[in-house]
């Protein structure tokens, strides 16, 4: 079973940064992903979606330092949902994405215009996942059978 979300989007609003009792810094944050499509009529039309966003511990104070409303970012991590009860007692489910790596896209100095770097440097954190790849081997045959595709390795046992 695979749960990851990954999106590329813009900031609706500045980072909710919190600190919590245990000293653990949790950020919130919403991102807009959009949709262009034809509709009937052969007009251009966008669906802009809004995502609620996440971020833990590291993440968080990044997140305060380089991210504001209109940047633009990339980020992986899973779906989840959380059931809570609001202030006149009514139950409330949310659904949040907890975002296990960020890429700022547009640099915090140059949300309001001017040239943007989107592209990965080396100087960023690579996310988990695309840490620990290898190539395949193909055993003992003697054909070469080309370029295999990457195997990612599991740090964890999966449930199967």
């Given at each position: ?5 990954i999106l590329i989007g ?13 000293g653990a810094v949790v950020?919130?944050f919403s991102v807009a ?128």
């Amino acid at each position: 079973m695979v749960n990851r979300v990954i999106l590329i989007g813009n900031l609706g609003r500045d980072p909710e940064v919190r600190r919590l009792e245990n000293g653990a810094v949790v950020a919130k944050f919403s991102v807009a992903t959009n949709e262009n499509y034809r509709d009937k009529a052969g007009e251009w039309q966008t669906q802009t979606e809004w995502h609620d966003v996440v971020v833990w511990r590291n993440l968080a104070d990044r997140a305060d330092k380089q991210l504001q409303k209109g940047s633009q970012v990339y980020l992986e991590g899973k779906l989840t949902h959380r059931t809570w009860q609001d202030q006149d007692g009514n139950n409330r489910k949310t659904t949040e994405v907890v975002a296990s790596y960020f890429r700022a896209l547009t640099r915090r100095d140059e949300v309001d215009g001017g040239h943007t770097d989107s592209y990965p440097m080396a100087t960023d954190d690579m996310p988990h996942s695309m840490t620990k790849v290898s190539t395949a081997t193909t055993g003992n045959s003697g054909n070469d059978p080309g370029p295999q595709a990457p195997v990612q390795e599991a740090d964890d046992d999966l449930p199967f």
